[in-house]
C-alpha cells in the first residue's frame, strides 16, 4: 500500500478540513499500560500526525488481559512493542518514543513541546505527580486524565468530565484498585477511548464536553 493511498483513505473518511488538522496535530501519551496503549492506538488510528509515547517498563504477562500488546511482546520495552503496533495501522504517523521513569524532576523539560498531555498511569500517585507539575509548571500543556475504570462494573458510569480549560479527566471517578477491584479491559478501554475522544475534539476546536 502506498502512503498515498492511506492519505486519500483519511481525507474522505474525515474531509480535508478535520484530516489536515489532525495531521498536523502532537498529543504525548505518558504510561502505555491499559490506558495509554489504548488511547496511541485510537489516536493513530484517528490520523494524529505525531505521538509522543513514554514509558519505562517492559511488557509482562499479566499486561496481557487489557493492554495492547501479544504474547510475543513480553520482555519488550512498551515504547518499542507498541511503536511497531502503531506503525502497522498507520504508516504516515510520525512517533517519538523514551523509556524513561517520568518524575516530578523531569515531566516539565519533557512534555514541554507538547500541548496536550495524556495522563495513562496506573498509580494515584503518580498521576497526582504529573497532573500538578505540568498545570503548574507549564501553561502552554492541557491534561487529559482518568480516574476510576476497575471492575466489573456498569460502563454508564464512565464519564468525561472537564474541570478546567486545561485540565480533563475521564472515569467514574470512584472505583480504584484498592478497593479490591482488578482492572480489566471493557472498563479501562471505555475509559481509554473517553481520554481519545476528548483528546480529539479538543484538537478540533471542541472545548466543551
Known amino acids: ?88 495501522v498507520n504508516p504516515i504517523i510520525k512517533i517519538k518514543r523514551r523509556k524513561i521513569k517520568v518524575t516530578e524532576k523531569n515531566a516539565i523539560e519533557l512534555f514541554k513541546d507538547y500541548p496536550i498531555v495524556c495522563e495513562c498511569f496506573d498509580k494515584a500517585e503518580n498521576k497526582a505527580m504529573l497532573i500538578n507539575t505540568l498545570l503548574t509548571g507549564n501553561r502552554d500543556i492541557t491534561v487529559v486524565s482518568a480516574s476510576g475504570m476497575a471492575g466489573y462494573g456498569t460502563g454508564n458510569t464512565i464519564l468525561s468530565r472537564k474541570i478546567s480549560d486545561r485540565f480533563y479527566i475521564c472515569g467514574d471517578m470512584v472505583s480504584g484498585i484498592e478497593k479490591g477491584l482488578g482492572l480489566m479491559a471493557p472498563r479501562v478501554g471505555i475509559c481509554a477511548m473517553h481520554q481519545a475522544n476528548t483528546v480529539l475534539r479538543l484538537l478540533l476546536g471542541e472545548k466543551e464536553i
Open 1 to 88: 500500500m502506498k502512503n498515498s493511498d492511506y492519505i486519500n483513505a483519511l481525507t474522505e473518511r474525515h474531509g480535508k478540513d478535520v484530516y489536515e488538522r489532525l495531521i498536523n496535530s502532537e498529543v504525548a501519551i505518558a504510561g502505555l499500560g491499559g490506558l495509554g496503549s489504548n488511547v496511541a492506538l485510537a489516536l493513530a488510528r484517528a490520523g494524529v500526525g505525531k505521538l509522543f509515547l513514554v514509558d519505562f517498563d517492559t511488557v509482562d504477562i499479566t499486561n496481557l488481559n487489557r493492554q495492547q500488546y501479544s504474547i510475543s511482546d513480553i520482555g519488550k520495552a512498551k515504547t518499542a512493542a507498541l511503536y511497531e503496533k502503531i506503525r502497522a
